[in-house]
């Protein structure tokens, strides 16, 4: 019978033969006790908040599973992209090269011994440290307004990072090393393919070059959908993509990729609850197994990125189902035909679709420039229309939103991407800001009010800020609440500002019973019958919102804004 680590090497060869499964990370003993990982996050503890060593307020909340970048406008490193050299300076770990390598190394290697792959690991990737310095929003529309400063800071971080990997590497000889840098949603990269190939490609082949030229195995969590990128990571070098949720048809990317890089993941966390039970998780695990198993170059594991469970119960029971699969006969090939988007993907992607008619009209012109992100043209059509005498109310409807509906929609069909949206919400915005004296004279109001927040627990506000943007650009006016915030407050909120919708998000399974708590005390107020809830975040779905009994669950932002917009009209 082979060992977890002869296994992973016969995975990694276009012709290997593994007799069996790898049970999650059986093959790779992670081992953070070096130098580097202490230096630069060895200040994080649970129930505080700490300056990282770029000068990143770090904050790990009570009940949180793990630390999170704070990055308001206050608190943010990075506060001018274009002068990003006066703020950011890269921690020196030029005086680490004296530390005591050798024991770290001989406690590693020990630990691994001759059966596992003596793995280290590599946190806050190029993409995620650009964002934990300028915040979320700002790093996406920096790509576009910003690009040669983009590609500047791009390639400092990395130059930090060689220096970090070549020190790790040499210093410790491992045989494989994890990194991580997260490129998009369960559903969607955070950019479009172009984007992420002009900006992030060309680094990582870089990063991953010293790595496999030393001989060690490159492995890459990023739990995300990214379908459209796949045949780029393989090339650049990156031998195991760990974290590969479910949404990206795991036996489409098998067929696909035949061999070029292993797939690891597959276990979401749907069934990573304190309610999920046994039964639940096997039937989940085994299902997960036996669709994608038999494809080959695949190891099934939960999609974290690192060796656990939030709940400490899950974990055990899907390793156990996976060793009770390998018991059972499986001979045989399993290939699901792509999806017309999923081949799309794998082809490319999309950014805008068919190319839009130029349009003479003027209202055409402003959604189409919204759409576009053009923030000037977008300023000088909504003056030219006030001047031609249209209302403000039909600027904002005909003009203004039906730009960002149709963004809206092309963003849930995943033709385009955040930036995108960014880009056309701050176009959005500037164009009402302009509007704000010509709609209080002509009476315009906007069409009702939503108060918006992460539920108490969790501190992500990605989603968040993106259902914001889509709402305020359908005529909603959004008080966003920010992150970690209790049912009292949510509740509280709607009744004191008289709110038609309380919109709740949650990333963390831990969380998500959260809004069950929200709506269980709008119930108790009495204000269900005039107050709709509505919920999203990854690991909900439609079955938790009926379970809960919140009035709607979507998928995505754009999805969100619109059934807003429709709840609103529905209730009068």
């Known amino acids: 019978m082979q060992t977890p680590k002869e296994l992973l090497l016969e995975l990694l ?21 070096e130098p580097i990982s202490a230096y630069l996050r060895g200040n994080r503890k649970l129930g505080e908040t700490v300056k990282d060593r770029w000068g990143t307020t770090i904050a790990w909340e009570e009940g949180s599973a793990g630390a999170m970048p704070v990055t308001t406008d206050e608190l943010k490193v990075l506060k001018d992209i274009t002068h990003w050299r006066d703020y950011v300076k890269a921690p020196d770990l030029s005086h680490l090269a004296d530390e005591d390598w050798e024991t770290a190394r001989i406690v590693g290697r020990k630990a691994a011994g001759d059966d596992r792959l003596f793995t280290v690991f590599m946190g ?29 800071l791009i390639d400092y971080i990395l130059q930090y990072r060689l220096q970090y990997v070549t020190m790790l590497l040499d210093k410790l000889k491992p045989d494989a090393l994890l990194s991580h ?46 379908v459209p990128i796949v045949d780029d990571m393989a090339e650049i070098g990156i031998q195991v993509w760990q ?68 709940y400490p119960h899950v974990e055990p029971i899907i390793s156990d189902e996976i060793r009770a699969y390998n018991e059972s006969l499986h001979i045989r090939r399993f290939v699901r035909p792509m999806t017309p988007r999923r081949v799309a993907a794998v082809n490319g992607g999309a950014f805008f679709g068919a190319a839009q008619e130029e349009s003479t ?27 031609a005498g249209i209302t ?27 930036p995108e949206m960014l880009m056309a919400a701050r176009c959005m ?21 939503a108060c918006l927040g992460t539920v108490q627990g969790d501190m992500h506000d990605i989603g968040k800020n993106l259902v914001r943007i889509m709402m305020e650009g359908a005529g909603i006016e959004v008080l ?61 779905s439609q079955e938790f919102c009926d379970e809960i009994g919140a009035d709607l669950w979507t998928e995505d932002a754009g999805a969100a804004a619109r059934e807003a917009v429709r709840l609103i009209k529905e209730k009068g």
């Open 429 to 449: 915005a500037a164009a009402t800001e302009y509007l704000k004296p010509f709609m209080v004279a002509g009476g315009s109001e906007t069409i009702g009010r």
């Open 243 to 310: 974290g590969t949720l479910p949404e990206n048809d795991i036996p489409a990317l098998q067929e696909h990729l035949n061999g070029r890089m292993v797939l690891m993941g597959g276990v979401g966390a749907a069934i990573d609850r304190v309610d999920a039970t046994e039964e639940e998780i096997r039937a989940y695990v085994r299902a997960t197994c036996e669709a994608n198993c038999p494809g080959g170059y695949y190891i099934p594991c939960i999609t974290y990125g690192l060796p656990k469970s939030v």
């Open 124 to 152: 806050t990737g190029i993409f995620e440290q650009c964002h934990f310095l300028m915040g979320f929003e700002d790093t996406l529309t920096a790509l576009y307004e910003h690009p040669q400063e983009m590609h500047e």
């Open 480 to 540: 966003d609440l920010g992150t970690d915030v209790s049912a009292e407050t949510f509740v509280q909120t709607a009744i004191d500002k008289k709110c038609d919708i309380i919109a709740l998000s949650s990333l963390l399974t831990t969380s998500m019973n959260n809004m069950r708590d929200v709506v269980t005390l709008a119930e108790e107020c009495g204000i269900r019958d005039r107050v709709k809830i509505m919920i999203g975040g990854a690991p909900t």
């Open 361 to 387: 009209d003027l209202l055409s012109d402003l959604s189409a420039a919204l759409y576009k992100g053009q923030k000037k043209k977008v300023l000088t059509l909504t003056e030219q229309a006030v001047n």
């Open 13 to 33: 060869k276009p012709d290997g033969q593994p007799d069996r499964a790898l049970v999650q990370y059986e093959a790779f003993s992670c081992f953070f006790g």
């Open 181 to 226: 840098d997260d490129w998009g949603t369960k559903n969607a990269l955070f950019m479009k393919p172009e984007m992420w190939r002009e900006f992030f490609k060309e680094p990582y082949r870089k990063f991953y070059g010293e790595v496999r030229k030393r001989g060690v195995i490159a492995v890459h969590h990023a739990d995300s959908y990214l």
């Open 392 to 418: 403000p109310a039909v600027i904002l409807s005909d003009g203004l939103m039906d730009g960002m509906n149709k963004i809206g929609s092309d963003f849930s069909a995943g033709k385009v991407f955040v």
